[in-house]
């Protein structure tokens, strides 16, 4: 069964340090994976996608993430964090055999970067 | 361009009432679907849409209804609502399947009593 997770319910980080928010997967083919970012009480805005190619994913906000075969990972990173960048993260997973379009989010993470 | 728009924002139903969620997007996207968020629990699949007049059940399909008549539109419908229905609802769309980003609106947060 597909499915993806996200080992840490919440992530601190001094403004100006680096950041890390995990992500592993699970699928029985080859994936798509995306991140996405819920601010509070609004919708998920979409930060940056791994399709194929370079497993080095750059996408909005300075925020790249790392796609990694053998370890079935693909963890968002930025390297200087910015208290704006508070906020919930969800990673998702499709396989690419897929013909429903369905995501399958990770549970989040919440990003506190405090000042 | 609007985006994908959902309305209403908020709504408070009683058991047992219907109502329906709208959704509209205005990128002529073919694929279009309803996921619900609730805590800890990231967001789950209802259903989809591949294009106008086709729609299949994801995930979590009981209690809720869909269709979609045209390319823009694709509301979903609780028919009868429960206590469990209380989510936050959002709808998303892309142009096609395969590596597409799909688009979510900006939900609307259900509340059942």
């Known amino acids: 069964a597909q499915s993806v997770a996200q080992p840490e319910d919440q992530v601190n980080v001094a403004e100006g340090n680096p950041l890390t928010v995990k992500c592993t997967y699970s699928?029985?083919?080859?994936?798509?994976l995306f991140w996405y970012v819920q601010y509070p009480n609004r919708g998920l805005q979409f930060l940056l996608k791994?399709?194929?190619?370079?497993?080095l994913v750059k996408g909005s906000y300075g925020f790249e993430a790392e796609f990694n075969k053998s370890q079935t990972s693909f963890h968002l990173k930025k390297p200087s964090a910015l208290v704006s960048d508070s906020a919930l993260y969800f990673c998702?997973?499709?396989?690419?055999?897929?013909?429903?379009?369905?995501?399958?989010f990770g549970q989040g993470t919440t990003l506190q970067v405090k000042p | 361009n609007a985006g994908v728009t959902q309305t209403p924002k908020f709504q408070v139903l009683k058991t047992g009432q219907s109502m329906t969620l709208q959704c509209a997007q205005d990128?002529?996207?073919?694929?279009m679907s309803w996921y619900r968020q609730d805590p800890g629990m990231g967001l789950r699949l209802i259903h989809y849409?591949?294009?106008?007049?086709?729609?299949d059940q994801g995930e979590v399909p009981n209690g809720y209804n869909v269709s979609r008549s045209t390319t823009e539109d694709f509301p979903l419908r609780l028919l009868s609502a429960a206590p469990s229905q209380t989510s936050v609802y959002f709808c998303?769309?892309?142009?096609?399947?395969?590596?597409?980003?799909?688009?979510f609106g900006p939900g609307t947060r259900l509340t059942v009593l």
């Open positions: 990128m002529n996207h073919e694929y």
């Open positions: 998702a997973v499709r396989e690419i055999s897929s013909n429903t379009g369905k995501l399958i």
């Open positions: 699928v029985s083919g080859n994936p798509y």
């Open positions: 998303a769309s892309s142009y096609r399947l395969a590596g597409d980003t799909q688009y």
């Open positions: 791994y399709i194929t190619g370079d497993n």
């Open positions: 849409s591949v294009g106008a007049g086709i729609t």
